[in-house]
Nanobody
Framework: QVQLVESGGGSVQSGGSLRLSCAAS???????MGWFRRFPGMAREEGIG????????TYTDSMEGRFTISRDNSKNLLLLVMIDLKPEDTAMYYC???????????????WGQGTQVTVSS
């Protein structure tokens, strides 16, 4: 089973940008991968977007524009670029992976341990 390790989180001021990375322990070609976040005190994650093995990404409606997901299959890497960050973006950010097409996404994916993003006003 693939293992995922997120990095790149940290503290940033409102309006700033961050790039998060998710390194996989094995080749990611053939995996649907996604970014999610969990707000403080919340039990469930909010989806940011999913990206298929061919690089086609889909986003939760409110995410498109400030969040960009990409992947580098040659480096087994998933990326999330976030711009114009706001205090309400403060959350733990997770990547996840599931074998197959993103149209078959379900919560029984493999998850990373997360990286914290804190945005101050």
């Amino acid at each position: 089973q693939v293992q995922l390790v997120e990095s790149g989180g940290g503290s940033v001021q409102s309006g700033g940008s961050l790039r998060l990375s998710c390194a996989a322990s094995e080749p990611i070609f053939g995996l649907c991968m996604g970014w999610f976040r969990r707000f403080p005190g919340m039990a469930r994650e909010e989806g940011i977007g999913l990206i298929d093995s061919d690089g086609s990404a889909t986003y939760t409606d409110s995410m498109e524009g400030r969040f960009t997901i990409s992947r580098d299959n040659s480096k087994n890497l998933l990326l999330l670029v976030m711009i114009d960050l706001k205090p309400e973006d403060t959350a733990m950010y997770y990547c996840a992976a599931l074998r197959g097409a993103c149209s078959y996404w379900n919560p029984r994916a493999t998850w990373g341990q997360g990286t914290q993003v804190t945005v101050s006003s």
